[in-house]
Protein backbone atom coordinates (compact mmCIF):
# COMPACT_ATOMS: atom_id res chain seq x y z
CA UNK A 1 0.00 0.00 0.00
CA UNK A 2 1.12 3.19 -1.31
CA UNK A 3 2.06 6.27 1.49
CA UNK A 4 -0.25 9.04 0.71
CA UNK A 5 1.37 11.66 -1.11
CA UNK A 6 1.59 15.09 0.96
CA UNK A 7 0.47 18.06 -0.18
CA UNK A 8 3.01 20.28 -2.44
CA UNK A 9 3.03 23.88 -2.34
CA UNK A 10 4.24 25.49 -5.26
CA UNK A 11 6.56 28.55 -4.64
CA UNK A 12 6.21 32.36 -6.07
CA UNK A 13 9.08 34.88 -6.34
CA UNK A 14 7.38 37.98 -4.45
CA UNK A 15 8.81 41.20 -6.01
CA UNK A 16 9.89 44.22 -3.61
CA UNK A 17 6.79 46.19 -4.14
CA UNK A 18 4.48 42.96 -3.36
CA UNK A 19 5.93 42.67 -0.20
CA UNK A 20 5.31 46.37 0.92
CA UNK A 21 1.67 46.01 -0.29
CA UNK A 22 1.15 42.78 1.40
CA UNK A 23 3.24 44.61 4.69
CA UNK A 24 0.87 47.51 4.05
CA UNK A 25 -2.32 45.73 4.21
CA UNK A 26 -1.27 44.23 7.29
CA UNK A 27 -3.34 45.05 10.49
CA UNK A 28 -1.21 47.52 13.23
CA UNK A 29 -0.52 46.31 16.29
CA UNK A 30 -3.03 46.82 19.34
CA UNK A 31 -0.50 49.29 21.16
CA UNK A 32 -0.61 52.57 22.66
CA UNK A 33 2.32 54.50 22.26
CA UNK A 34 4.36 54.08 25.89
CA UNK A 35 3.54 50.19 24.60
CA UNK A 36 5.39 50.76 21.38
CA UNK A 37 8.06 52.91 23.15
CA UNK A 38 9.03 50.09 25.56
CA UNK A 39 8.81 47.58 22.58
CA UNK A 40 11.00 49.32 19.96
CA UNK A 41 12.70 52.46 20.84
CA UNK A 42 15.77 52.51 21.64
CA UNK A 43 17.91 55.80 22.79
CA UNK A 44 21.11 56.96 20.75
CA UNK A 45 24.36 57.52 23.09
CA UNK A 46 24.86 60.85 21.06
CA UNK A 47 21.79 62.51 22.57
CA UNK A 48 20.71 60.43 25.76
CA UNK A 49 22.73 59.83 28.93
CA UNK A 50 21.30 56.48 29.38
CA UNK A 51 21.34 54.55 25.82
CA UNK A 52 19.65 51.88 25.29
CA UNK A 53 16.03 50.30 25.09
CA UNK A 54 13.38 52.97 26.18
CA UNK A 55 12.26 52.43 29.74
CA UNK A 56 8.50 53.72 30.93
CA UNK A 57 9.62 53.78 34.96
CA UNK A 58 12.51 55.70 34.37
CA UNK A 59 10.02 58.42 33.30
CA UNK A 60 6.61 56.96 34.43
CA UNK A 61 5.10 60.44 34.09
CA UNK A 62 5.12 60.64 30.47
CA UNK A 63 3.10 57.41 30.27
CA UNK A 64 -0.03 59.25 30.62
CA UNK A 65 1.27 61.87 28.04
CA UNK A 66 1.91 60.11 25.27
CA UNK A 67 -1.22 57.41 25.65
CA UNK A 68 -3.24 60.86 25.39
CA UNK A 69 -2.39 60.80 21.99
CA UNK A 70 -4.43 57.54 21.34
CA UNK A 71 -7.53 58.50 22.85
CA UNK A 72 -9.74 59.04 19.84
CA UNK A 73 -11.92 62.07 21.62
CA UNK A 74 -8.76 64.08 22.40
CA UNK A 75 -7.81 66.39 19.41
CA UNK A 76 -5.34 68.81 21.06
CA UNK A 77 -1.96 67.53 23.74
CA UNK A 78 -0.17 70.27 25.54
CA UNK A 79 2.51 69.76 27.79
CA UNK A 80 3.76 72.42 30.12
CA UNK A 81 6.98 71.65 31.60
CA UNK A 82 10.36 72.51 32.82
CA UNK A 83 13.54 71.40 30.48
CA UNK A 84 15.38 68.38 30.65
CA UNK A 85 12.01 65.83 31.93
CA UNK A 86 11.89 64.52 28.52
CA UNK A 87 8.85 66.30 26.56
CA UNK A 88 10.92 65.82 23.38
CA UNK A 89 11.37 62.73 23.57
CA UNK A 90 7.71 61.69 24.50
CA UNK A 91 6.77 63.47 21.06
CA UNK A 92 9.39 61.50 19.41
CA UNK A 93 8.02 58.00 20.53
CA UNK A 94 4.52 59.41 19.06
CA UNK A 95 6.22 60.25 15.71
CA UNK A 96 7.46 56.56 16.02
CA UNK A 97 4.22 55.25 17.14
CA UNK A 98 2.72 57.26 13.39
CA UNK A 99 5.39 56.11 11.45
CA UNK A 100 4.56 52.05 12.32
CA UNK A 101 1.43 52.19 13.26
CA UNK A 102 -1.06 54.64 11.61
CA UNK A 103 0.80 56.47 8.67
CA UNK A 104 -0.37 59.64 7.86
CA UNK A 105 1.69 63.16 6.69
CA UNK A 106 2.81 64.64 10.47
CA UNK A 107 4.85 67.84 10.52
CA UNK A 108 7.20 69.02 13.46
CA UNK A 109 7.85 72.86 13.40
CA UNK A 110 10.11 74.23 15.99
CA UNK A 111 10.99 77.61 16.36
CA UNK A 112 13.86 78.13 13.64
CA UNK A 113 14.73 75.93 10.61
CA UNK A 114 18.91 75.59 12.15
CA UNK A 115 16.75 73.73 15.26
CA UNK A 116 14.46 71.52 12.40
CA UNK A 117 17.46 70.80 10.81
CA UNK A 118 19.73 69.75 14.08
CA UNK A 119 16.69 67.98 15.28
CA UNK A 120 16.36 65.53 11.75
CA UNK A 121 19.96 65.06 11.57
CA UNK A 122 20.66 64.17 15.42
CA UNK A 123 17.54 62.59 16.72
CA UNK A 124 14.74 61.37 14.19
CA UNK A 125 17.51 59.88 11.87
CA UNK A 126 19.20 57.86 14.66
CA UNK A 127 15.73 56.83 16.14
CA UNK A 128 14.44 55.71 12.50
CA UNK A 129 17.72 53.59 12.22
CA UNK A 130 17.60 51.99 15.96
CA UNK A 131 14.15 50.81 16.15
CA UNK A 132 13.53 47.90 13.77
CA UNK A 133 9.72 48.88 12.27
CA UNK A 134 10.71 52.59 11.79
CA UNK A 135 13.81 50.77 9.90
CA UNK A 136 12.09 48.74 7.46
CA UNK A 137 9.93 52.08 6.71
CA UNK A 138 12.52 54.73 6.31
CA UNK A 139 13.31 55.70 3.08
CA UNK A 140 16.28 57.43 3.50
CA UNK A 141 17.39 57.45 0.13
CA UNK A 142 14.73 59.66 -1.06
CA UNK A 143 14.76 62.07 2.29
CA UNK A 144 16.11 65.50 2.54
CA UNK A 145 16.80 66.96 6.12
CA UNK A 146 13.68 68.97 6.09
CA UNK A 147 11.41 66.23 4.31
CA UNK A 148 11.62 62.54 5.39
CA UNK A 149 9.69 59.86 3.63
CA UNK A 150 8.60 56.55 4.85
CA UNK A 151 6.11 53.96 3.75
CA UNK A 152 2.78 56.07 3.52
CA UNK A 153 3.62 59.01 5.20
CA UNK A 154 6.11 61.92 4.44
CA UNK A 155 7.19 63.84 7.70
CA UNK A 156 7.77 67.52 7.43
CA UNK A 157 10.14 69.84 9.43
CA UNK A 158 10.46 73.35 9.89
CA UNK A 159 11.18 76.40 11.56
CA UNK A 160 8.46 78.69 12.39
CA UNK A 161 9.95 81.82 11.27
CA UNK A 162 9.60 80.16 7.60
CA UNK A 163 5.79 80.63 6.76
CA UNK A 164 5.47 80.04 3.60
CA UNK A 165 6.69 76.33 5.27
CA UNK A 166 3.56 76.66 7.60
CA UNK A 167 0.75 77.11 5.25
CA UNK A 168 1.32 74.15 2.08
CA UNK A 169 -0.39 70.96 1.92
CA UNK A 170 -2.60 69.24 3.98
CA UNK A 171 -1.52 67.28 7.37
CA UNK A 172 -2.63 65.05 9.62
CA UNK A 173 -0.40 65.11 12.84
CA UNK A 174 0.59 68.42 13.74
CA UNK A 175 3.86 68.94 16.54
CA UNK A 176 5.11 71.84 18.29
CA UNK A 177 8.16 72.00 19.99
CA UNK A 178 9.33 74.72 22.17
CA UNK A 179 6.30 77.13 21.41
CA UNK A 180 7.31 79.90 23.47
CA UNK A 181 10.67 80.41 21.88
CA UNK A 182 8.30 80.49 18.17
CA UNK A 183 8.69 84.15 16.57
CA UNK A 184 5.90 86.65 16.81
CA UNK A 185 3.28 87.40 14.24
CA UNK A 186 4.49 90.09 11.55
CA UNK A 187 2.17 92.49 9.92
CA UNK A 188 2.56 90.31 6.58
CA UNK A 189 2.35 87.10 7.76
CA UNK A 190 -0.30 85.50 10.47
CA UNK A 191 0.98 83.68 13.68
CA UNK A 192 2.89 80.63 13.17
CA UNK A 193 0.69 78.72 15.06
CA UNK A 194 -2.58 79.14 13.37
CA UNK A 195 -0.97 78.85 9.89
CA UNK A 196 0.31 75.25 10.87
CA UNK A 197 -3.34 74.79 12.55
CA UNK A 198 -4.63 75.45 9.33
CA UNK A 199 -3.26 73.06 7.60
CA UNK A 200 -4.86 70.25 9.60
CA UNK A 201 -8.65 71.68 9.17
CA UNK A 202 -9.33 69.06 6.21
CA UNK A 203 -8.98 65.57 8.43
CA UNK A 204 -11.64 65.33 11.57
CA UNK A 205 -9.81 62.58 13.25
CA UNK A 206 -6.56 65.32 13.28
CA UNK A 207 -4.09 65.12 16.18
CA UNK A 208 -2.04 68.59 17.34
CA UNK A 209 0.48 68.01 20.15
CA UNK A 210 2.13 71.17 21.57
CA UNK A 211 5.08 71.45 24.15
CA UNK A 212 6.93 73.90 25.66
CA UNK A 213 8.80 75.47 28.58
CA UNK A 214 6.23 78.56 29.61
CA UNK A 215 7.81 82.25 29.43
CA UNK A 216 5.28 84.30 30.19
CA UNK A 217 1.16 84.42 31.29
CA UNK A 218 0.78 85.49 27.45
CA UNK A 219 2.81 83.22 25.70
CA UNK A 220 1.26 80.34 23.48
CA UNK A 221 1.71 77.31 25.82
CA UNK A 222 0.28 79.12 29.03
CA UNK A 223 -2.54 80.35 26.47
CA UNK A 224 -3.05 77.05 25.32
CA UNK A 225 -2.94 75.20 28.98
CA UNK A 226 -5.31 77.86 30.39
CA UNK A 227 -8.07 77.46 26.69
CA UNK A 228 -7.80 73.73 27.67
CA UNK A 229 -10.78 71.68 28.42
CA UNK A 230 -9.26 69.87 31.14
CA UNK A 231 -5.85 69.98 33.39
CA UNK A 232 -3.86 67.36 34.68
CA UNK A 233 -1.21 67.38 37.40
CA UNK A 234 0.61 64.07 38.29
CA UNK A 235 0.39 63.54 42.39
CA UNK A 236 2.48 60.94 43.82
CA UNK A 237 1.93 59.37 47.26
CA UNK A 238 4.08 59.92 49.95
CA UNK A 239 6.04 57.25 51.37
CA UNK A 240 5.00 57.79 54.91
CA UNK A 241 1.35 58.73 55.11
CA UNK A 242 0.28 56.93 51.64
CA UNK A 243 -1.59 60.45 50.46
CA UNK A 244 -0.95 61.09 47.40
CA UNK A 245 -0.10 64.67 47.23
CA UNK A 246 1.30 67.10 44.27
CA UNK A 247 4.70 68.38 44.62
CA UNK A 248 5.39 71.92 45.09
CA UNK A 249 8.88 74.23 45.30
CA UNK A 250 7.58 76.00 48.60
CA UNK A 251 7.73 72.05 50.60
CA UNK A 252 12.09 72.25 49.66
CA UNK A 253 13.21 73.00 53.08
CA UNK A 254 16.42 73.95 53.78
CA UNK A 255 18.71 75.39 57.03
CA UNK A 256 18.77 79.54 57.25
CA UNK A 257 21.52 79.41 59.76
CA UNK A 258 23.94 82.52 60.18
CA UNK A 259 27.10 82.03 58.08
CA UNK A 260 25.88 79.03 56.12
CA UNK A 261 26.52 79.08 52.49
CA UNK A 262 24.48 78.71 49.68
CA UNK A 263 25.66 75.35 48.63
CA UNK A 264 25.97 74.12 52.62
CA UNK A 265 22.13 75.09 53.17
CA UNK A 266 21.23 73.48 49.60
CA UNK A 267 22.57 70.46 50.58
CA UNK A 268 21.12 69.83 53.52
CA UNK A 269 17.59 70.59 51.39
CA UNK A 270 14.65 68.07 51.49
CA UNK A 271 10.84 67.78 50.60
CA UNK A 272 8.45 68.08 53.87
CA UNK A 273 5.26 66.33 52.91
CA UNK A 274 2.70 68.73 53.14
CA UNK A 275 -0.01 66.72 54.57
CA UNK A 276 1.67 64.91 57.02
CA UNK A 277 4.83 66.91 57.55
CA UNK A 278 7.01 63.90 57.27
CA UNK A 279 10.82 64.42 55.19
CA UNK A 280 10.77 62.37 52.16
CA UNK A 281 14.12 61.98 50.20
CA UNK A 282 15.80 61.49 47.01
CA UNK A 283 15.64 58.55 47.65
CA UNK A 284 12.21 57.99 48.03
CA UNK A 285 11.40 59.81 44.69
CA UNK A 286 11.49 56.55 42.34
CA UNK A 287 9.27 54.62 43.52
CA UNK A 288 6.64 57.90 44.29
CA UNK A 289 6.66 58.16 40.62
CA UNK A 290 6.08 54.96 39.77
CA UNK A 291 3.32 54.67 41.87
CA UNK A 292 2.01 57.98 40.70
CA UNK A 293 -1.47 59.17 38.72
CA UNK A 294 -2.22 61.80 36.28
CA UNK A 295 -5.58 63.81 38.41
CA UNK A 296 -7.96 66.40 36.86
CA UNK A 297 -6.94 69.74 38.68
CA UNK A 298 -9.80 71.59 35.99
CA UNK A 299 -12.29 70.58 33.75
CA UNK A 300 -14.95 72.66 32.21
CA UNK A 301 -16.23 70.51 29.51
CA UNK A 302 -17.02 66.81 29.94
CA UNK A 303 -16.64 66.09 26.11
CA UNK A 304 -12.76 67.04 26.44
CA UNK A 305 -11.48 67.67 23.11
CA UNK A 306 -8.35 69.34 24.00
CA UNK A 307 -6.26 67.76 27.46
CA UNK A 308 -3.50 70.00 29.07
CA UNK A 309 -1.01 68.35 31.21
CA UNK A 310 1.46 70.28 33.57
CA UNK A 311 4.84 69.35 36.05
CA UNK A 312 7.73 71.00 37.44
CA UNK A 313 11.52 70.04 38.24
CA UNK A 314 10.56 68.17 41.33
CA UNK A 315 9.52 65.18 39.16
CA UNK A 316 12.17 64.76 37.36
CA UNK A 317 14.40 61.40 38.05
CA UNK A 318 17.76 63.59 37.00
CA UNK A 319 17.35 66.47 39.32
CA UNK A 320 17.75 66.23 43.48
CA UNK A 321 16.12 68.21 45.65
CA UNK A 322 19.47 69.70 46.62
CA UNK A 323 19.95 71.50 42.90
CA UNK A 324 16.47 72.65 42.88
CA UNK A 325 17.45 74.36 46.33
CA UNK A 326 20.98 75.74 44.99
CA UNK A 327 19.65 77.03 41.94
CA UNK A 328 16.75 79.03 43.83
CA UNK A 329 19.26 80.32 46.04
CA UNK A 330 22.05 81.63 43.38
CA UNK A 331 19.26 82.90 41.36
CA UNK A 332 16.97 84.83 43.62
CA UNK A 333 18.77 88.17 43.89
CA UNK A 334 18.90 88.44 40.06
CA UNK A 335 15.94 89.38 37.91
CA UNK A 336 17.38 87.79 35.00
CA UNK A 337 18.76 84.50 36.54
CA UNK A 338 15.31 84.31 38.81
CA UNK A 339 13.21 84.05 35.59
CA UNK A 340 14.71 81.44 34.01
CA UNK A 341 14.45 79.39 37.29
CA UNK A 342 11.03 80.31 37.56
CA UNK A 343 10.49 79.23 33.35
CA UNK A 344 12.64 76.37 33.21
CA UNK A 345 12.73 74.68 36.35
CA UNK A 346 9.30 75.43 38.20
CA UNK A 347 7.91 75.63 34.73
CA UNK A 348 5.83 78.54 35.75
CA UNK A 349 5.17 81.89 33.51
CA UNK A 350 7.40 84.88 34.87
CA UNK A 351 5.44 87.84 35.88
CA UNK A 352 6.34 91.21 37.74
CA UNK A 353 4.32 91.71 40.86
CA UNK A 354 5.52 95.17 41.15
CA UNK A 355 3.21 96.93 39.42
CA UNK A 356 0.63 94.12 38.73
CA UNK A 357 -3.13 95.39 38.51
CA UNK A 358 -6.45 94.34 38.53
CA UNK A 359 -10.23 95.10 37.77
CA UNK A 360 -10.75 94.93 41.32
CA UNK A 361 -8.16 97.20 42.30
CA UNK A 362 -9.92 99.99 39.81
CA UNK A 363 -13.47 99.55 40.96
CA UNK A 364 -11.67 99.97 45.25
CA UNK A 365 -11.03 103.41 44.07
CA UNK A 366 -14.40 104.52 43.59
CA UNK A 367 -15.39 107.56 45.19
CA UNK A 368 -19.17 108.63 46.52
CA UNK A 369 -19.35 111.16 43.31
CA UNK A 370 -20.90 110.05 40.64
CA UNK A 371 -20.33 110.41 36.73
CA UNK A 372 -19.88 114.27 35.34
CA UNK A 373 -19.38 115.66 38.73
CA UNK A 374 -16.22 117.39 39.74
CA UNK A 375 -14.48 117.24 42.97
CA UNK A 376 -14.25 119.79 45.27
CA UNK A 377 -10.32 119.55 44.75
CA UNK A 378 -9.95 119.95 41.07
CA UNK A 379 -7.73 122.27 39.63
CA UNK A 380 -7.15 121.19 36.41
CA UNK A 381 -9.28 118.87 33.70
CA UNK A 382 -7.86 116.87 31.01
CA UNK A 383 -8.67 114.17 28.76
CA UNK A 384 -7.59 111.05 25.83
CA UNK A 385 -9.32 110.00 23.32
CA UNK A 386 -7.90 106.54 21.75
CA UNK A 387 -9.00 106.36 18.16
CA UNK A 388 -10.19 103.10 16.11
CA UNK A 389 -11.14 102.66 13.25
CA UNK A 390 -14.72 102.28 13.62
CA UNK A 391 -14.99 103.92 16.73
CA UNK A 392 -13.54 106.94 19.61
CA UNK A 393 -12.63 106.04 23.20
CA UNK A 394 -12.56 108.69 25.75
CA UNK A 395 -11.73 109.78 28.93
CA UNK A 396 -11.68 112.80 31.49
CA UNK A 397 -9.80 113.47 34.23
CA UNK A 398 -9.99 116.21 37.09
CA UNK A 399 -6.71 116.63 38.97
CA UNK A 400 -5.56 118.17 41.52
CA UNK A 401 -2.94 118.71 44.51
CA UNK A 402 0.36 116.00 44.20
CA UNK A 403 -1.50 114.46 41.06
CA UNK A 404 -4.31 113.54 43.34
CA UNK A 405 -6.40 112.18 40.11
CA UNK A 406 -10.16 111.38 39.39
CA UNK A 407 -12.10 110.31 36.14
CA UNK A 408 -14.97 111.93 36.39
CA UNK A 409 -16.44 110.68 32.83
CA UNK A 410 -15.40 108.04 30.49
CA UNK A 411 -17.09 106.67 27.18
CA UNK A 412 -17.35 105.84 23.79
CA UNK A 413 -18.16 107.73 20.58
CA UNK A 414 -19.22 107.06 17.20
CA UNK A 415 -17.75 110.36 15.39
CA UNK A 416 -15.21 113.20 16.11
CA UNK A 417 -18.47 115.26 16.67
CA UNK A 418 -19.17 113.14 19.83
CA UNK A 419 -16.10 113.95 20.97
CA UNK A 420 -16.29 117.40 20.78
CA UNK A 421 -19.30 117.75 22.46
CA UNK A 422 -18.54 115.99 25.48
CA UNK A 423 -14.76 117.73 25.62
CA UNK A 424 -16.34 121.45 25.36
CA UNK A 425 -18.89 120.95 28.19
CA UNK A 426 -19.29 122.72 31.44
CA UNK A 427 -18.31 120.24 34.06
CA UNK A 428 -19.86 121.18 37.71
CA UNK A 429 -18.41 121.46 41.25
CA UNK A 430 -19.51 119.27 43.93
CA UNK A 431 -21.65 121.27 46.54
CA UNK A 432 -21.56 124.25 43.91
CA UNK A 433 -18.75 126.95 42.29
CA UNK A 434 -16.82 127.39 39.57
CA UNK A 435 -17.40 124.77 36.72
CA UNK A 436 -14.62 124.06 34.56
CA UNK A 437 -13.93 122.87 30.99
CA UNK A 438 -11.34 120.60 29.65
CA UNK A 439 -8.04 122.61 29.39
CA UNK A 440 -5.84 119.83 27.14
CA UNK A 441 -6.89 116.76 25.65
CA UNK A 442 -4.50 114.54 23.59
CA UNK A 443 -5.60 112.42 20.35
CA UNK A 444 -4.09 109.45 19.15
CA UNK A 445 -3.05 109.72 16.29
CA UNK A 446 -2.18 105.94 15.08
CA UNK A 447 -5.45 105.44 13.64
CA UNK A 448 -7.12 107.76 10.89
CA UNK A 449 -4.01 110.09 11.08
CA UNK A 450 -5.67 112.52 8.60
CA UNK A 451 -8.35 113.17 10.68
CA UNK A 452 -6.94 113.47 13.78
CA UNK A 453 -5.08 115.91 12.30
CA UNK A 454 -7.76 117.98 10.56
CA UNK A 455 -9.81 117.75 13.94
CA UNK A 456 -7.08 119.03 16.12
CA UNK A 457 -6.55 121.87 13.77
CA UNK A 458 -9.91 122.69 14.14
CA UNK A 459 -9.90 122.47 17.64
CA UNK A 460 -6.41 123.82 18.56
CA UNK A 461 -7.88 125.76 21.78
CA UNK A 462 -8.02 122.15 23.56
CA UNK A 463 -6.75 119.21 21.08
CA UNK A 464 -3.28 117.80 20.26
CA UNK A 465 -2.37 114.83 18.27
CA UNK A 466 0.08 112.39 20.31
CA UNK A 467 1.18 108.84 19.44
CA UNK A 468 2.69 106.64 21.63
CA UNK A 469 7.10 106.41 21.50
CA UNK A 470 7.77 103.38 20.05
CA UNK A 471 11.33 103.83 22.25
CA UNK A 472 12.28 104.63 25.59
CA UNK A 473 12.83 108.38 25.93
CA UNK A 474 14.60 110.13 28.45
CA UNK A 475 11.42 112.42 29.50
CA UNK A 476 8.07 111.57 29.93
CA UNK A 477 6.41 113.28 26.09
CA UNK A 478 8.36 115.40 24.08
CA UNK A 479 7.26 117.54 20.88
CA UNK A 480 7.58 117.01 17.20
CA UNK A 481 6.32 119.07 14.57
CA UNK A 482 3.38 117.70 11.65
CA UNK A 483 5.31 117.76 8.68
CA UNK A 484 2.16 117.71 5.94
CA UNK A 485 1.84 120.17 3.16
CA UNK A 486 -1.35 120.89 2.32
CA UNK A 487 -3.24 119.73 5.71
CA UNK A 488 -4.47 122.74 7.64
CA UNK A 489 -2.54 120.91 10.36
CA UNK A 490 0.87 121.02 9.04
CA UNK A 491 3.68 122.93 11.59
CA UNK A 492 1.26 122.06 14.24
CA UNK A 493 2.80 120.44 17.26
CA UNK A 494 2.86 116.43 17.42
CA UNK A 495 3.11 114.87 21.50
CA UNK A 496 5.06 111.77 21.33
CA UNK A 497 4.40 110.28 24.81
CA UNK A 498 6.63 107.46 26.33
CA UNK A 499 3.50 105.24 27.49
CA UNK A 500 5.58 102.77 29.79
CA UNK A 501 6.17 105.79 31.94
CA UNK A 502 2.86 106.84 32.82
CA UNK A 503 2.06 103.00 32.88
CA UNK A 504 3.98 102.36 35.88
CA UNK A 505 2.78 105.99 37.47
CA UNK A 506 -0.96 105.04 36.89
CA UNK A 507 -0.10 101.69 38.44
CA UNK A 508 1.58 102.48 41.29
CA UNK A 509 -0.97 105.29 42.45
CA UNK A 510 -3.86 103.02 41.96
CA UNK A 511 -2.40 101.16 44.73
CA UNK A 512 -2.76 104.02 47.10
CA UNK A 513 -6.01 104.20 48.96
CA UNK A 514 -8.57 107.51 48.05
CA UNK A 515 -7.02 110.62 48.98
CA UNK A 516 -3.99 112.75 48.27
CA UNK A 517 -2.14 111.63 45.75
CA UNK A 518 -4.21 108.67 44.74
CA UNK A 519 -5.77 107.17 41.23
CA UNK A 520 -9.18 107.45 41.33
CA UNK A 521 -12.79 107.17 39.31
CA UNK A 522 -16.27 108.08 39.76
CA UNK A 523 -19.33 106.18 41.78
CA UNK A 524 -20.63 104.77 38.05
CA UNK A 525 -17.12 103.16 36.68
CA UNK A 526 -18.05 99.87 35.00
CA UNK A 527 -16.42 96.39 34.72
CA UNK A 528 -15.91 97.22 30.96
CA UNK A 529 -13.69 100.10 31.84
CA UNK A 530 -11.53 98.87 34.73
CA UNK A 531 -11.05 95.87 32.86
CA UNK A 532 -9.58 97.16 30.16
CA UNK A 533 -7.30 100.28 31.97
CA UNK A 534 -6.07 96.69 33.89
CA UNK A 535 -5.27 94.61 30.36
CA UNK A 536 -2.10 94.95 30.48
CA UNK A 537 0.96 93.99 32.81
CA UNK A 538 4.30 94.44 33.46
CA UNK A 539 7.16 92.21 32.49
CA UNK A 540 10.54 91.29 31.77
CA UNK A 541 11.25 90.90 28.12
CA UNK A 542 14.64 89.98 26.37
CA UNK A 543 15.60 92.59 23.94
CA UNK A 544 19.02 91.16 22.18
CA UNK A 545 21.38 90.61 25.31
CA UNK A 546 19.22 92.56 27.89
CA UNK A 547 16.37 92.27 29.98
CA UNK A 548 14.01 95.08 29.85
CA UNK A 549 10.58 95.40 31.63
CA UNK A 550 7.79 96.20 29.21
CA UNK A 551 4.35 96.49 29.48
CA UNK A 552 2.17 93.73 27.48
CA UNK A 553 -1.45 92.57 26.97
CA UNK A 554 -2.36 90.27 29.43
CA UNK A 555 -4.29 88.33 26.81
CA UNK A 556 -3.37 88.80 22.81
CA UNK A 557 -7.57 89.48 22.88
CA UNK A 558 -7.58 91.95 25.66
CA UNK A 559 -9.15 95.89 24.66
CA UNK A 560 -6.80 98.28 26.49
CA UNK A 561 -8.49 101.57 24.95
CA UNK A 562 -9.69 103.18 28.49
CA UNK A 563 -5.81 102.97 29.58
CA UNK A 564 -4.28 104.38 26.42
CA UNK A 565 -7.13 107.08 27.02
CA UNK A 566 -5.93 107.75 30.66
CA UNK A 567 -2.01 107.52 29.63
CA UNK A 568 -2.75 110.29 27.13
CA UNK A 569 -4.85 112.58 30.13
CA UNK A 570 -1.94 112.56 32.27
CA UNK A 571 0.51 113.39 29.68
CA UNK A 572 -2.08 116.10 29.11
CA UNK A 573 -1.67 116.82 32.91
CA UNK A 574 1.81 116.86 33.01
CA UNK A 575 2.30 119.03 29.95
CA UNK A 576 -0.04 121.69 31.75
CA UNK A 577 2.30 121.50 35.12
CA UNK A 578 -0.30 119.12 37.16
CA UNK A 579 3.30 118.02 39.39
CA UNK A 580 3.98 121.40 40.67
CA UNK A 581 -0.47 122.39 41.40
CA UNK A 582 0.54 122.35 45.16
CA UNK A 583 2.45 125.67 44.71
CA UNK A 584 -0.41 127.54 43.08
CA UNK A 585 -1.68 127.44 46.81
CA UNK A 586 -0.75 130.59 48.75
CA UNK A 587 -1.47 130.08 51.92
CA UNK A 588 -1.90 133.81 53.73
CA UNK A 589 1.02 134.93 55.78
CA UNK A 590 0.42 136.27 59.58
CA UNK A 591 1.75 139.46 60.66
CA UNK A 592 4.93 138.67 62.69
CA UNK A 593 5.81 141.74 65.51
CA UNK A 594 9.61 142.26 64.63
CA UNK A 595 11.98 144.05 67.05
CA UNK A 596 12.94 147.73 66.20
CA UNK A 597 16.02 147.89 63.04
CA UNK A 598 19.13 148.33 65.23
CA UNK A 599 20.96 151.81 65.07
CA UNK A 600 23.48 150.57 62.76
CA UNK A 601 23.37 147.97 60.10
CA UNK A 602 25.24 144.83 61.24
CA UNK A 603 28.33 143.76 59.37
CA UNK A 604 26.25 140.87 57.62
CA UNK A 605 23.50 143.17 56.06
CA UNK A 606 25.49 144.33 52.86
CA UNK A 607 22.10 143.77 50.94
CA UNK A 608 20.12 146.33 53.08
CA UNK A 609 18.13 144.32 55.78
CA UNK A 610 19.37 142.24 58.92
CA UNK A 611 20.98 139.03 59.12
CA UNK A 612 17.82 137.40 60.57
CA UNK A 613 15.60 138.87 58.24
CA UNK A 614 17.63 137.45 55.12
CA UNK A 615 17.52 133.96 56.76
Request: charged letters at 25%; a neutral charge; one cysteine or more.
Amino acid sequence: MSKPRGRRFRKYLVSEYQREALQYLKPPEDITVSEWAEKYRVLDSKTSDMPGPWRNYITPYLVGVMDEFCNYFTEEVVFVKPTQVGGTEALLNMLGWIISQDPSDTMFVYPSDALAERTSRNRIDPMCRLAAPLRARYRANQSQKLEMRFQGMSLYLTGANSPGDLSSSPIKRLFLDEVDKFPGASKKEADPIKLARERTKTFRNRKICMASTPTLKTGHIWRAKEDADVEKHYFVPCPHCGKYIELKFAQIKFPDEEGMSYADRAELANYVCQECGCIITDQDKPQMLRSGEWRVVRETSKAARKVAFWINTLYSPFVRFSEIAREFLLSKDNPETFQNFVNSWLAEPWEDTKLKTNADMVLERQTELPALVLPKWAKLLTGGVDVQENCLYWTIRAWGDFLTSQCIAHGQALSFLEVEQQMNLRYERDGGGDGMVVQLALIDSGDQTDAVYEFCASNSDWALPSKGSSHAMTGHFKYSVINKPGSSANGMNLVLVDTDKYKDMIAGRMKKPNGTGSWMVHLDCDLDYAEQVTAEHKVNTRVGQRIVQKWEKKSTHAATHYLDCEVYAMCAADMLGARSLHLQTVEPRTEVKQDPAPAEPAADSWLGIGGGQWI
